[in-house]
């Protein structure tokens, strides 16, 4: 959960920022595994991520233009020790309220997200770092014990 709201707090997960070249995030990380769009088209594709694990980053003209986590409820979810140092892998089952609380306790003001809200899904967004967050009811083989409550399924930030 701390990950989770220092990201939403600060649109950044520890040095990893929108704006910094890949180069600098794959010296950080390691090479990430690009999208199967970057190995047709080549490397200058934008808007397809990289990833480590559930750790995703969106490049536009070699710039990381996105950062987002991918959470599947029922399962963990791995990230590179440089996001969760005291381990690679996180529980990835996240009830909305769960998040909005730790986001209230920690101070952190988020809004109704309108345009990614609708249906089955809802969306925030988080102030001043403009984090979005958006929650879904589980999948059909998603190991979850609230059927009917919404768990986040991607916390992300794109500048581009």
């Given at each position: 959960?701390?990950v989770?709201?220092g ?45 480590w ?24 979810v791995?990230?590179p ?18 998040l ?9 003001r ?25 929650f879904?009811?589980p ?22």
């Amino acid at each position: 959960m701390d990950v989770l709201v220092g990201f939403s707090r600060t649109g950044r997960i520890g040095p990893l920022a929108c704006g910094m070249s890949l180069a600098d995030a794959e010296d950080l990380l390691g090479p990430g595994r690009p999208h199967p769009a970057h190995m047709m088209k080549g490397p200058d594709i934008d808007g397809y991520p990289y990833s480590w694990g559930g750790l995703q980053l969106v490049t536009t003209r070699r710039v990381v233009s996105g950062i987002g986590i991918r959470l599947r409820p029922g399962s963990t979810v791995r990230l590179p020790p440089l996001v969760l140092p005291a381990s690679e892998s996180l529980e990835a089952t996240v009830l909305r309220e769960e998040l909005l609380a730790a986001l209230d306790r920690a101070g952190c003001r988020h809004v109704v997200n309108g345009v990614l809200t609708f249906d089955e899904q809802s969306s925030i967004l988080t102030r001043p770092a403009d984090v979005c967050a958006v929650f879904g009811l589980p999948g059909r083989d998603d190991q979850v014990p609230h059927r009917d409550r919404h768990y986040l399924d991607v916390i992300h930030k794109h500048t581009a």
